[in-house]
């Protein structure tokens, strides 16, 4: 990961802050992402460069995340490549600085970033923070279109997008690309999990998995399975946003939610309950 060079004033929902951007010193030798991506014409990277790749992304994003970052738009066009797998991030003109606990305080209000590699909770319909695996999410979308030749989803307009980020499933990398192995499929789909308590919790755990399955390859021409994720311990405080024993009633705030969406007539709802209790939190877990 290269040094962070210079400064720049960025505007970051809202507020101005200053925030170190990652800027190479010189681009000699460097090339966008998306300009390797666009003459393959929907066929994936051969395994040996795509790992490489994966792993420089990877360490890329170590770099942003230990200056305390959130990128917010990881995709090709904001990665910059060499032909010995060397990569550096740019396009740091939405990222914003994350709070000591890991995590936004409030979604955002206005949404930015590129819909076709933003994560669910930064569509800003997920009523949950904004934190560092949020660039998890977008870097397992451009792994997908690495290893597979094209995006896990496709939509005609941004509710559409947004409809697939919350709520569809891709096919897997293996499904589309059979020579992809399992185990590499997987840590893509682990990147690509809806509720970010299911991805990775940080950078360094994928680039171990990543590490292993680069040195099985490379020395031995084949990746075997393994389980993911026993080097990913989060290097702060993430609280949970799972909720838990309260499925009855969130339920039944769901179905009125969808009665008044069906039918002619509104409805009101009152949450009641003591101080602290969890009713606001309740309340937010509704779509």
Same mark, same amino acid.
């Given at each position: 990961?290269?040094?962070?060079?210079? $400064?720049?004033?960025?505007?970051?929902?809202?507020? !101005?802050?200053? @925030?170190?951007?990652?800027?190479?010193?010189? +681009?000699?030798?460097? $090339?966008?992402?998306?300009?390797? @991506?666009?003459?393959?014409?929907?066929?994936?990277?051969?395994?040996?460069?795509?790992?490489?790749?994966?792993?420089?992304?990877?360490?890329?994003?170590?770099?942003?995340?230990? $200056?305390?970052?959130?990128?917010?738009? %990881?995709?090709?066009?904001? @990665?910059?490549?060499?032909?010995?797998?060397?990569?550096?991030?740019?396009?740091?003109?939405?990222?914003? +600085?994350?709070?000591?606990? &890991?995590?936004?305080?409030?979604?955002?209000?206005?949404?930015?970033?590129?819909?076709?590699?933003?994560?669910?909770?930064?569509?800003?319909?997920?009523?949950?923070?904004?934190?560092?695996?949020?660039?998890?999410?977008?870097?397992?979308?451009?792994?997908?279109?690495?290893?597979?030749?094209?995006?896990?989803?496709? &939509?005609?307009?941004?509710?559409?997008?947004?409809?697939?980020?919350?709520?569809? $499933?891709?096919?897997?990398?293996?499904?589309?690309?059979?020579?992809?192995?399992?185990?590499?499929?997987?840590? %893509?789909?682990?990147?690509?999990?809806?509720?970010?308590?299911?991805?990775?919790?940080?950078?360094?755990?994928?680039?171990?998995?990543?590490? !292993?399955?680069?040195?099985?390859?490379?020395?031995? !021409?084949?990746?075997?399975?393994?389980?993911?994720?026993?080097?990913?311990?989060?290097?702060?405080?993430?609280?949970?946003? !799972?909720? +838990?024993?309260?499925?009855?009633?969130?339920?039944?705030?769901?179905?009125?939610?969808?009665?008044?969406?069906?039918?002619?007539?509104?409805?009101?709802?009152?949450?009641?309950?003591?101080?602290?209790?969890?009713?606001?939190?309740?309340?937010?877990?509704?779509?």
């Amino acid at each position: 990961m290269n040094g962070f060079a210079s $400064q720049s004033e960025l505007s970051c929902e809202g507020a !101005r802050e200053q @925030v170190p951007a990652t800027l190479a010193p010189e +681009h000699t030798g460097y $090339q966008s992402l998306d300009k390797l @991506v666009e003459p393959n014409a929907g066929r994936p990277f051969n395994l040996t460069r795509f790992l490489r790749i994966a792993i420089g992304l990877a360490e890329a994003l170590i770099g942003v995340h230990k $200056q305390g970052l959130i990128h917010k738009d %990881i995709r090709p066009a904001n @990665v910059l490549v060499n032909d010995a797998g060397s990569v550096r991030l740019i396009g740091f003109s939405i990222a914003s +600085h994350m709070p000591r606990d &890991g995590r936004s305080l409030l979604p955002p209000d206005v949404v930015a970033g590129s819909l076709a590699y933003m994560s669910p909770e930064q569509t800003g319909r997920m009523n949950r923070p904004i934190d560092s695996r949020s660039d998890l999410y977008s870097l397992g979308v451009t792994l997908y279109v690495l290893s597979t030749g094209r995006l896990p989803f496709t &939509g005609a307009d941004p509710m559409e997008w947004i409809h697939c980020h919350l709520a569809r $499933q891709p096919l897997s990398p293996e499904q589309r690309t059979p020579d992809i192995p399992a185990v590499v499929s997987s840590i %893509i789909m682990k990147l690509l999990a809806k509720p970010s308590e299911a991805r990775y919790q940080t950078a360094v755990g994928q680039l171990r998995d990543l590490v !292993r399955c680069v040195n099985e390859w490379e020395f031995h !021409r084949r990746v075997t399975s393994f389980a993911l994720g026993k080097q990913d311990k989060p290097d702060r405080l993430l609280i949970p946003e !799972r909720l +838990h024993g309260r499925a009855t009633v969130l339920d039944a705030l769901l179905s009125s939610f969808d009665r008044v969406v069906a039918g002619p007539n509104p409805e009101f709802v009152l949450v009641s309950g003591d101080a602290g209790v969890g009713k606001s939190f309740l309340c937010r877990c509704v779509p």
